[in-house]
């Protein structure tokens, strides 16, 4: 160990690990090498052994056994290896420890290296800011050549020229060459690059064990969604995600009222019994008003996934209710309005939605911009074309977002500018018309029909899965295991 471990790059021995904690370490490292090594692979059959998939108790525990006693905690693996580092982390602040100080370390082998047992050493590293992966495998001493092997190989399924800060970065070596390498890119996937022979090297992707679970939050909307959802202890992706889907019944920017109630249900992805991100949002359900508005996920027959009502019709439509998300009316469509600058009486055929300047506008369907620049009392002004029958302007921008130009097209809640005041305006707001085969008229009138319903011959099965995702959403909320740190529940 000694030889190897003097060999760590200074530069890496931040804060000077003394020398316990660097055999504690050590230890973490040796044994989650191990666990690597002779549980793992091949660790393309991770993959197959499906989602949630653990371990096999079979040789991995028998090697296992040749690590002396004491030297690896496996809580030491837990806090230091995978799974240590959660989503809410700020990239390589937790994660980056002392782990990278730990350098190489030797592999013990019980009864002093019998015939068979490899003389393997592994080094972890958390990526830093100007890392490269030529940095680090040169580094540890592995010549140019072999690097571009490495990375040739790897290319297929990620690029090492674009390792990430605060990603971890495992490298096996046996004597002086690269055995394995393997560099987790995401939290639940990860690649893999091992020896193949004749100087081959053979890449793989694995997945990360890990659990879908659900939770279901409920709240009382007192300020806003947004706030009542994070507060009743949702993600706020899946806050953002409600919103989303009730974006063409419920207008979040005007129409929430204090008592509004909500109710959702989401699914969440767990590694090592935390909790790393959400994923989907299987069923919803807001009251506004006292008008209760239901969302339940429903993938047809054919694998297209979408939001229906009860009824089974789509939820979504063709244009989004308000291309601002959290702002608020400050003038309504009018035939005749006293212009607050011009002094005279005029049309308003539009809403205004004031809103702090650089508020971000979504374009409120997919389209093509057909505008997009300066329109004298409109100030920074685009222009969308969604279909033959509606067109939507935005105008007063501070700023038009990069890539919306004339001749673009752009997607339904695609960021398309910025809330600004140019142009003949008071303050920070949003101009926002709607023009309706040829004439403009009241946004706010916009009733468009579901773009499609669930089919006859499809009816019952989506009745039971609706029936399923409803009881699930108001069963008891359900608490799911908790995180640890103060970083609350992992959301990226
Ligand atoms: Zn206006």
Do not use: C
């Not at 592994?122 to 830093?128: E, L, M, Q, W, Y």
């Not at 001493?141 to 297929?156: L, Y």
């Not at 998300?325 to 539009?350: A, E």
Request: no cysteine; hydrophobic share 35%; charged share 25%.
């Amino acid at each position: 160990m000694r030889d190897f471990a003097n060999k760590s790059f200074p530069k890496r021995r931040s804060g000077g690990a003394p020398g316990s904690v660097f055999v504690l370490l050590a230890a973490a490292v040796v044994l989650s090498a191990l666990l690597l090594l002779f549980e793992g692979p091949p660790v393309g059959a991770l993959k197959d052994r499906g989602e949630g998939g653990r371990s096999r108790p079979g040789d991995g525990a028998a090697r296992l056994s040749a690590v002396p006693a004491g030297t690896g905690e496996p809580a030491a693996d837990g806090a230091a290896g995978r799974g240590g580092r959660t989503a809410g982390d700020p990239p390589g602040a937790a994660a980056s420890q002392d782990l990278a100080a730990a350098g190489f370390v030797a592999v013990p082998q019980g009864p002093h290296g019998g015939p068979g047992v490899p003389d393997l050493k592994v080094a972890t590293f958390i990526i830093k800011r100007n890392d490269s992966i030529y940095s680090i495998l040169s580094g540890l001493g592995v010549e140019a050549a072999e690097i571009a092997k490495i990375t040739r190989s790897a290319r297929r399924i990620y690029d090492l020229r674009r390792i990430k800060a605060g990603d971890e970065l495992r490298v096996v070596k046996r004597g002086e060459r690269v055995e394995r390498l393997e560099y987790r890119y995401d939290e639940l996937e990860g690649l893999y690059v091992e020896r193949a022979g004749q100087g081959r090297f053979e890449a793989g992707s694995y997945e990360v064990p890990h659990e879908i679970g659900h939770k279901v939050v409920s709240g009382v909307v007192e300020t806003s969604l947004y706030e009542a959802g994070v507060e009743a202890g949702a993600a706020p992706k899946a806050v953002v995600a409600m919103t989303d889907i009730f974006a063409w019944d419920v207008d979040f920017a005007t129409d929430m009222r204090r008592g509004d109630t909500f109710r959702i249900l989401y699914e969440t992805v767990a590694v090592e019994g935390e909790i790393i991100r959400m994923g989907r949002v299987l069923a919803a359900e807001l009251v506004n008003a006292g008008r209760r508005y239901t969302a339940v996920y429903y993938e047809d027959g054919k694998g297209r996934g979408g939001y229906y009502d009860t009824e089974g019709r789509s939820l979504s439509r063709t244009l989004l209710k308000s291309p601002l998300r959290y702002s608020r009316i400050s003038s309504y469509f009018s035939r005749k309005r006293f212009h607050p600058i011009l002094k005279k009486y005029r049309p308003h055929h539009g809403i205004d939605y004031a809103a702090p300047a650089g508020t971000p506008v979504e374009a409120a369907g997919d389209g093509k911009v057909v505008f997009a620049g300066w329109r004298k009392g409109y100030g920074y002004f685009v222009k969308i074309r969604h279909n033959g029958i509606y067109t939507t302007g935005y105008g007063h921008f501070s700023r038009i977002a990069r890539g919306v130009k004339r001749g673009a097209r752009v997607r339904q809640g695609q960021v398309i500018g910025y809330v600004g005041s140019t142009g003949i305006s008071t303050g920070p707001h949003l101009h926002y018309e709607v023009v309706y085969r040829g004439r403009l008229v009241n946004p706010l009138s916009i009733r468009s029909t579901p773009k499609r319903s669930v089919s006859k011959d499809e009816r019952a099965r989506f009745e039971a899965r609706r029936d399923e995702l409803l009881a699930r959403l108001h069963g008891a909320p359900t608490v799911v295991a908790s995180v640890k740190g103060g970083g609350g529940e992992g959301v990226n």
